[in-house]
C-alpha cells in the first residue's frame, strides 16, 4: 500500500475543502458537477457506510499530521495500512521492527499461526521495495528471517546508500491460490481532481495494462459498474471450476477508498497493490 500526501501544515490536514470532482464518466449522472453539499449527499449508502469503521477518519486524521510534522509527503507501509484499515479494507497483521533481532523475534511470534512469513524493507524514502530486492517472501524460521533481514539491509546499502533504513515490517504469507491480484489507485487529475482506478493488479500491472476509473464519490452500482469495464472483470465472474469472486467485498473496498479521497483531500496519490480476490 502506498499513500503520498501533499505538504501542508499538520493543523490543516483534514480541514481543507476538497476542490469540486465531476461524475463519473459513464451511467446516468454522466457530466453532473458535484460541490461539497452534493459531494456528502452522494457519498455511499448507509449500508456501506455501515460496513466501515465509523471512526475512520477519526483514526487516520493523526496519522496524516504526524507525516506533516515531520516534514514527509509519503506514508510508511504501516500507516498506509492503518489508514485503509481503518475504512474497513481488510491487511494482514504486519509487525513493525526496528532491527535484525526484532525481526527475528516477530518471525518467531508469526510463525506459531503461519506457515512461513515476508519481510519488507521499512523506509521513509524508497517507495517500491521489489525495486531494490526489499521483499523477501517464503521465510520459515526465525534465523531465516533475520538473515532475510541481513541481506535486505546489505542490498539497499548497496543500491541505495543514502536512504534511511527504518527498519523491516513482518507479515504472515497470504495463500489464496485461486485468488486474482488487483489494484486499486487514486491519482490527481489537473482537471477533475482525484480519479479512482480499478484494474488488474500485480508486479506486471503496467504491462498487462487493464485497468479503468471513475471520479469520487462511487457508490455500490457504481463500484460493480467499474469492475464489468475491466478484462479481469470476466475472470472475476467465474469461469470453469472457479466460482465468482466476492463481487460485494471488492465494491466495499473501492467505495471505502471513494470515503477515503473525500475524507481527505490532502491525498495526492494512493496505491493498493495487490488486492487478493477470490
Known sequence: VVV?????????IGTESPEPVAAAAAGPDSGRQFDDETVAADAPPAAWVAAMDESGIDKALPIFRQAAREG???LSEVEAKSVIAAYGIAVPETILTHSIEEAGLAAELLLKNS??????LSSKDLTHKSD??????DVATADAAREAAELIEERVRKSAPDAEISGFAVQPMIVRKQALE????????????????????????????DTCVALPPIDEAMSLEL???TRIGNLLAGYRDRKPA??????HALCAMSQIVVDLPCIRSMDINPLLAD
Do not use: C, W
Open 72 to 74: 514527509r509527503s509519503m
Open 132 to 137: 531494490i530486492g526489499g521483499v523477501i517472501l
Open 115 to 120: 506457515e512461513k512469513v515476508a519481510l519488507k
Open 227 to 229: 469492475i464489468g469495464r
Open 182 to 209: 488487483l489494484i486499486l489507485g487514486v491519482s490527481q487529475d489537473a482537471v477533475f481532481g482525484p480519479v479512482l482506478m480499478f484494474g488488474a493488479g500485480g508486479t506486471a500491472v503496467e504491462v498487462i495494462d
Open 4 to 12: 503520498a500526501v501533499r505538504e501542508l501544515p499538520p493543523d490543516d
Open 246 to 251: 466476492d463481487h460485494d467485498a471488492i465494491a
